[in-house]
């Protein structure tokens, strides 16, 4: 995907007001419209000016756009971090279709999300980094947000504001949480809700999906072969689980219940890696030399052609 340069398709400056925006994206208008343009690549160039105008124009749009593609270039290879957009509110306010119709891959996977989990007018809508164990201890976290503000001059900021949210026990990936009357005032004057979207920040051994939770669980080659209780590191304590005699790697092994601790609660899915301890000193090789002999195992047995 490549990163497009809005600024330089209205050929603007970065600090550019929504007046001079506003102006450059009408001069453009009228050199590239397909219905007066002499210009041979006048329809490409106008889908590019209206993508460009189409972000630059909107205060959280291009808050978020600026957040993001400070440093990079014109067709440079872009895929956005992951959790860039975490902490930035925004309102329920979706692009419309025919905003979208014909824009880059670029608008589409930047701009794609926003706002469709805010329903309500003044409904404000963000992104949160959670902790997979926050699922299991259900803690009070504070969490600042950034939303865009257009001052007097025309220019975006971003003005920070700070919550105490609690987070529900056994929350998951996508799940919302809804903070009645946090969200902007509607045209009627009530303030609407601010909903929370849940990512989990990676962790160094488990992984979530849904309700249930992957881990990589390694094993000596005495335990597959034999049969073993091994200690699972969880975070709500150590589970305890017995390994069959001849387990093998490939499978996922399933532990029901000990997953998120949702209603129901999930599963766990471990999956075994019998790691073979090295052959580094002479007793270890002798009794490798023993198991072959004693074994005569083939592990590429029936694998030829």
Known sequence: MEFQDYYQTLGVAREATADEIKRAYRKLARKYHPDVSKEKDAEARMKAVNEAYAVLSDAEKRAAYDKLGSGHRAGQDFRPPPGWDSGFEFSGDEFSPGEAAGFSDFFSEIFGRMGRQAGGHGDHHARI????????????????????????????TLET????????????????????GQGAAGADGKAGDLLLEVAFRPHERLRADGRDLYLTLPLAPWEAALGAVVPVELPDGTLNVRIPAGASAGKPMRVRGKGLPSRPPGDLYLDLQVVAPPADTAKAREAYEMLRNETRFDPRKGTSA
Do not use: M, W
């Not at 600042?144 to 007097?152: F, G, H, I, R």
């Open 129 to 156: 980094l959670l902790d997979l164990e926050d699922a299991f201890t259900a803690p009070e976290r504070q969490i600042s947000l950034q939303a865009p503000k257009v001052d007097a001059k025309g220019r975006v």
């Open 161 to 180: 504001r700070t919550l105490n949210v609690k987070i529900p026990r056994g929350i998951r990936e996508g799940q919302i949480i809804r903070l009645a």
